[in-house]
């Protein structure tokens, strides 16, 4: 077979100008002599040879111009990843399906993983031998039930396919939060406190998929944080602490694989949520863990049972892999903080972290409330004291300079902080009390408003719940740089504004309407 | 919101020369002014507007060459099916998911769906409103259970999706094999014997997509079968009878799609095969049905049993729509007939009509008795006499004049029928007795020659199960046109021919070895 397979002709490598996304895309023209294009219709899928390099990808067909008849045309990222250059030679086969498909389609049928199978997927997804439609119907596979064996293995699978980070302390401290709550920055205010104490908290975060900011997003205004891991570790050295972009440092790279495909076919499933964190954890050589779980109606939690069911889940992991987790529950029922998108919530953060008058104190306190838990891991510190201690730090101005130390450590990112000069304030229909906020809401409108990519753009809130407000005072302002995402933005907030303004008098009984 | 999207600014149309296969996709530059690029990145589809026409597509993007940034690149087959002309303007917006797809998330979370679910999923499917990844979603999320109202469900609703065929007739005669056996063109043979009975039998086949050859393939040797509805009904006005590919007549036009999806998955569930064959059979207006099950150890269909849960389903959907079904089980350990691709199996199909002394009897017996069974339902023959009127047909060559009718009515296709010029025996490695056929490795090497796209490549079979071999002699010979395809095949035969040659004595008894 070998030698038959050699008799093929080789096609030289072209880079072809299109962004496939994740998956491998290559592009042959149907009138290739050499491959016979019309025999591959009956496949999708190409194994590439070069040297000992083997790479899967999905195969197009041309009828002119992109490609010529001896060629092959390497789509972004197959270019970038075959690393081969433009004109080398390639042998192209039909590609057998990976040999770990058949484990996902036993699933299917109702078997459960092995260990080894799972790795062996996680290795193939890694790896990028799936296709978006092979990983959609793993992911999906597994989606109706996954034993907790299968639930340690994908975590363990998941953290040994990528990077591994040690440290040298005995103590190492991370927080996560499933997010869902507009606003809600604390990472950015609990890292400083935490590592103004001089506890270690390598704190890697992700950017926006869906919503209108992630930490690392936010982060981004005020500093660099595509650092490599070794730019990362020496910062943790010099501060104590980081907040990085973790898609650079290469933690678990097959979840967000997986997360590309969960995201449109909106899968979210309690095991592969928990696989997913505890995976980066595990590999970030995190020894002490804590997990914010907000709950509220628009929240990703909307139940107390949903989120003790979650967090059995993390601690089962948790405990496994010898990593002390303390998982809480918060106030999930609005937006934490005034500002939704980078800049606004760069300006949320600073403003608590120097301690100024008008800072969200919702921030504050949540902040504090979280930086306490992982200060109470500091053997050295007599129990209990661990709030009074962060708000020591916040307080006397120690957070604030250890963050700008961090700032300092990661270097300038050099992306524009000014706001969106389109705004537009949204007002309260009539007087009363603002009885409830959607979060999902604010958060479509922030990012059709453009963020995060547009930093500037977003949502500052003047008004939270419980607050009294008179007819057409702002509740809230749009900002945004691009006039049709304003005209966007703002139909859709006069539309559903997200706010329920209701005229229940202060005792809380109804007064009409 | 209507007037929001509508100050977007409108792109010109271009077609890009980029076979996707079936989905629809859609190529703008990342420097696309109009559209900022950049904000689509975290959305993959994207919808597509022209006056009162919708179509959503997947987005790819590029950086230069392939599109201008005020165009938007439509890849085939979504400029085909987009229809409008190249220049011409269009809005994009990112899509919302078809709502059809919650239904889907919920089957995925353990809920069944309601017969309005899959109406809507199948609606949506089959205007291509499904990513190839929401198909897949759709199938697996389906694969691991599905109710007896589902499968009615479903194939009601792939039924009514297509072209639905009525025939002014109370007898509308249907054969069905759910395939996976080499040879076996029994269609070709109960058509022609059926129609020259009287009995209507409008039969279409499909093509092959994994196996060396589908009836369609194997009738366009001898005649064309991309005809419309009405040159199909023409020719069943005419002769009682057809042998046309199904692909052309859009009957349940979502089943063709499902299948792509499944086929590269390997998913085979029987309720998603038992729904798409009575969709088309539905839809197509047959009466009466009977269906082969091929069973043997490298058949679909390995145990009785399975082919009896199978029965079973089939005769259930069969009495919900009121159409009279009949299923058969049958020999699958072996290939049908001699020939295997095109060329070779319409060789065989002739021979039998013929009456040629050396036509594979395997054939001809098994047409007649199938032939039988249909002719069986006319309500003018006396019971039992099926099989007796049947080889009256075949042997007075009455059988072999209706096909020459059919053929003159479908048209010549102007294909090659010669065979391919490459070609190797494959021969006994010891003296004995065949003892097994593996039918997917004759599959598998009758393609790797070049078949169903060579019509002229495959294998011929010398000997089949229970046939005594001297060392050396002929099993099979391979035939193909391409050198390299030639390689593959012979290569892939001499590792593994297929056959199990034992060295039993003619008493059944081991001999040695």
């Given at each position: 077979?070998d030698?038959?397979?050699?008799?093929?002709?080789?096609?030289?490598?072209?880079?072809?100008?299109?962004?496939?996304?994740?998956?491998n895309?290559?592009v042959i023209?149907s009138?290739s002599k050499?491959?016979?294009?019309?025999?591959?219709?009956?496949f999708?899928r190409v194994e590439?040879?070069?040297?000992?390099?083997?790479?899967?990808?999905?195969?197009l067909?041309t009828?002119d111009?992109l490609?010529g008849?001896?060629?092959?045309?390497l789509?972004e990222p197959?270019?970038?990843?075959f690393?081969?250059p433009?004109?080398?030679?390639?042998?192209?086969s039909p590609?057998?399906?990976?040999a770990?498909?058949d484990?996902?389609?036993?699933k299917?049928?109702?078997?459960?993983f092995k260990?080894?199978?799972?790795?062996a997927i996680?290795?193939?997804?890694t790896?990028y031998?799936y296709s978006?439609?092979?990983?959609?119907a793993?992911?999906?596979?597994s989606?109706?039930?996954?034993?907790?064996?299968e639930?340690l293995a994908?975590a363990?699978a998941?953290?040994?396919?990528?990077t591994?980070?040690?440290?040298?302390r005995?103590?190492?401290v991370?927080?996560?939060?499933?997010?869902g709550?507009?606003?809600?920055?604390?990472?950015m205010?609990?890292?400083?406190?935490?590592?103004?104490?001089?506890l270690?908290?390598?704190k890697?975060?992700s950017r926006a998929i869906?919503?209108?900011?992630g930490?690392?997003?936010?982060m981004?205004v005020?500093?660099r944080?595509d650092l490599?891991?070794d730019?990362?570790?020496q910062v943790?050295?010099?501060c104590?602490?980081c907040?990085v972009w973790?898609?650079?440092?290469n933690?678990s790279?097959?979840d967000?694989?997986?997360?590309?495909v969960e995201?449109p076919?909106s899968?979210?499933?309690?095991?592969?949520?928990v696989?997913?964190?505890?995976?980066?954890?595990i590999?970030?050589?995190?020894?002490?863990?804590?997990?914010?779980l907000?709950?509220?109606p628009?929240s990703?939690l909307t139940t107390a049972l949903?989120a003790?069911?979650?967090?059995?889940?993390f601690e089962?992991?948790?405990?496994h892999f010898?990593?002390?987790v303390?998982v809480i529950?918060?106030?999930?029922?609005q937006?934490i903080?005034n500002?939704?998108?980078?800049v606004?919530?760069?300006q949320?953060v600073?403003?608590v972290?120097?301690n100024e008058p008008d800072a969200?104190?919702?921030?504050?306190?949540?902040?504090?409330?979280?930086?306490a838990?992982?200060?109470?891991y500091?053997?050295e510190?007599r129990?209990?004291?661990?709030?009074?201690?962060?708000?020591?730090?916040?307080?006397?101005?120690a957070a604030?300079?250890?963050?700008h130390?961090?700032?300092?450590a990661q270097?300038?990112?050099?992306c524009?902080?000014?706001?969106?000069t389109f705004t537009?304030d949204?007002?309260?229909?009539?007087?009363?009390i603002?009885e409830a906020?959607?979060?999902l809401?604010?958060?479509?409108l922030?990012r059709?408003?453009?963020?995060p990519?547009d930093?500037?753009?977003?949502?500052k809130?003047?008004k939270?719940i419980g607050?009294?407000?008179t007819?057409?005072?702002?509740?809230?302002?749009?900002y945004?740089?691009?006039?049709?995402?304003?005209?966007?933005?703002?139909?859709a907030?006069?539309a559903d504004s997200?706010?329920v303004?209701g005229?229940?008098?202060?005792d809380g009984g109804?007064?009409?309407?």
């Amino acid at each position: 077979m070998d030698a038959a397979k050699s008799s093929r002709p080789q096609l030289k490598i072209r880079r072809v100008n299109l962004d496939t996304g994740r998956e491998n895309v290559v592009v042959i023209s149907s009138r290739s002599k050499a491959l016979r294009a019309e025999v591959f219709r009956g496949f999708s899928r190409v194994e590439l040879r070069a040297g000992s390099k083997v790479m899967l990808a999905t195969l197009l067909l041309t009828d002119d111009g992109l490609v010529g008849g001896d060629e092959i045309g390497l789509a972004e990222p197959a270019f970038r990843r075959f690393a081969e250059p433009a004109g080398g030679l390639v042998t192209v086969s039909p590609a057998a399906r990976p040999a770990s498909l058949d484990a996902v389609r036993a699933k299917i049928q109702g078997h459960s993983f092995k260990a080894s199978e799972i790795s062996a997927i996680i290795d193939d997804v890694t790896h990028y031998r799936y296709s978006d439609m092979e990983i959609a119907a793993f992911l999906v596979g597994s989606a109706s039930f996954m034993t907790s064996g299968e639930l340690l293995a994908l975590a363990h699978a998941m953290a040994q396919a990528g990077t591994q980070l040690q440290w040298d302390r005995p103590v190492v401290v991370d927080k996560h939060c499933i997010g869902g709550i507009p606003g809600n920055r604390t990472s950015m205010i609990v890292v400083p406190i935490v590592a103004a104490h001089g506890l270690t908290i390598p704190k890697t975060s992700s950017r926006a998929i869906t919503s209108p900011a992630g930490t690392a997003d936010t982060m981004e205004v005020l500093a660099r944080v595509d650092l490599s891991v070794d730019e990362m570790k020496q910062v943790v050295t010099t501060c104590h602490g980081c907040l990085v972009w973790g898609g650079h440092v290469n933690l678990s790279p097959a979840d967000d694989i997986l997360i590309a495909v969960e995201r449109p076919l909106s899968l979210d499933t309690r095991e592969q949520m928990v696989a997913s964190i505890m995976s980066k954890k595990i590999a970030a050589g995190s020894t002490h863990l804590l997990i914010d779980l907000p709950v509220g109606p628009s929240s990703k939690l909307t139940t107390a049972l949903d989120a003790m069911r979650l967090r059995k889940l993390f601690e089962f992991v948790g405990d496994h892999f010898g990593i002390a987790v303390e998982v809480i529950m918060t106030d999930g029922r609005q937006p934490i903080g005034n500002g939704i998108g980078p800049v606004l919530e760069a300006q949320d953060v600073m403003a608590v972290l120097r301690n100024e008058p008008d800072a969200p104190q919702d921030l504050r306190e949540k902040s504090l409330r979280l930086a306490a838990h992982l200060l109470d891991y500091d053997p050295e510190l007599r129990g209990g004291t661990g709030y009074a201690r962060a708000r020591e730090l916040l307080d006397s101005g120690a957070a604030l300079k250890q963050m700008h130390k961090i700032i300092d450590a990661q270097g300038p990112s050099g992306c524009r902080t000014d706001l969106g000069t389109f705004t537009a304030d949204i007002k309260a229909p009539r007087d009363g009390i603002v009885e409830a906020i959607d979060c999902l809401c604010i958060n479509r409108l922030a990012r059709s408003a453009g963020a995060p990519i547009d930093k500037g753009a977003g949502i500052k809130l003047f008004k939270k719940i419980g607050d009294r407000v008179t007819q057409g005072e702002p509740l809230y302002r749009i900002y945004a740089f691009d006039e049709s995402q304003y005209d966007l933005a703002v139909g859709a907030a006069t539309a559903d504004s997200g706010y329920v303004v209701g005229s229940r008098d202060a005792d809380g009984g109804e007064a009409g309407l």
